[in-house]
């Protein structure tokens, strides 16, 4: 659990809910159900294992966040997914509410590895490509696991593959945003296999977006072209030049591609011992506190 104030609110909330759901707890040290609520909350914290962050903030001295979420009794919950808030409570529900409450937004929970299924620090490309497809093959419910042999493939260069071993879930991509984002990469590859002379489109697009820097279409056509090339931080340059000129372009999908690159081009978590807090990507939190700060503005 962390305490929130405006000068964190940005890096705890809103970057940290780029890649975990974060929900915030508005209370008042007077509050008496906010007392019974809170120990509930950093319960189910700890029982979920990494699968939501809590964040409090109180509401009397930060009323510029109560403000901002029109909070008008307390205790009320709030939860938010990508930079958004997309639910909430209020009252001090019992715990049995609670987890039903995360349940319905919270991806399921995975089971760990035996130690002697874990794979060796040193492995062969086809026998971690083996690897992926055998979790899939062995629960085809796993949404990780797919995101991440669909994504093996497709960083492989492998499309075909990848297109095949998405087709069952392909109709959650409007539920699962990590199922989105894969949609979106292959979209992006798709455009480029479709563009007709690909040693000029690029030159292309700078002499357009020269003429005019406000050619967002152009802007995103010029993202996707990198982004197919896993050039990822030219593509998420050009998709920012975007959002900072307008953060709602194009029904939003200049900042959901973004989103879809950070996804992409995040690695896997290194392993660490128990109570550690495994490193952040470099690249990826540079680029996550730079969206943040056009969202907020």
């Given at each position: 659990m962390i305490d929130v104030t405006v000068a964190n609110f940005e890096e705890e909330v809103i970057a940290a809910s780029m890649t975990t759901p974060v929900l915030i707890d508005f209370w008042a040290p007077w509050c008496g159900p906010c007392k019974s609520l809170g120990p509930i909350l950093e319960k189910v914290e700890v029982a979920y294992e990494g699968r939501f962050k809590l964040v409090k903030i109180d509401s009397d001295k930060e009323q510029q966040l109560g403000a901002a979420f029109g909070i008008k009794s307390i205790p009320t919950c709030i939860l938010m997914v990508n930079g958004q808030p997309i639910d909430g409570f209020q009252g001090a529900l019992p715990e049995g509410k609670i987890k039903e409450f995360l349940d319905k937004h919270l991806p399921p929970a995975e089971e760990l590895p035996a130690e002697d299924e874990l794979m060796p620090e040193e492995v062969t490309p086809e026998a971690a490509m083996d690897k992926l497809k055998a979790n899939v093959a062995n629960d085809p419910t796993n949404e990780s696991a797919?995101?991440?042999?669909?994504?093996?493939?497709?960083?492989?260069?492998?499309?075909?593959?990848?297109?095949?071993?998405?087709?069952?879930?392909?109709?959650?991509?409007?539920?699962?945003?990590?199922f989105d984002s894969l949609k979106r990469m292959m979209d992006a590859i798709d455009f480029v296999a479709a563009c007709a002379d690909k040693n000029g489109v690029l030159a292309e697009f700078e002499a357009r977006i020269v003429l005019n820097k406000r050619d967002f279409e152009t802007r995103f056509d010029k993202a996707r072209w990198h982004m197919a090339h896993q050039d990822w931080t030219a593509a998420l340059d050009e998709l920012l030049d975007i959002l900072m000129r307008d953060k709602t372009w194009g029904e939003d999908k200049a900042r959901k591609t973004y989103i879809a690159i950070l996804d992409i081009m995040?690695?896997?978590?290194?392993?660490?011992?128990?109570?550690?807090?495994?490193?952040?990507?470099?690249?990826?939190?540079?680029?996550r506190r730079r969206l943040s700060s056009v969202i907020l503005s």
């Open positions: 797919r995101f991440e042999l669909v994504k093996a493939l497709l960083l492989g260069g492998d499309t075909d593959a990848a297109k095949v071993s998405f087709a069952p879930v392909i109709a959650q991509t409007t539920t699962v945003r990590r995040e690695t896997p978590k290194p392993k660490v011992a128990d109570g550690q807090i495994p490193p952040d990507d470099p690249v990826v939190a540079t680029y």
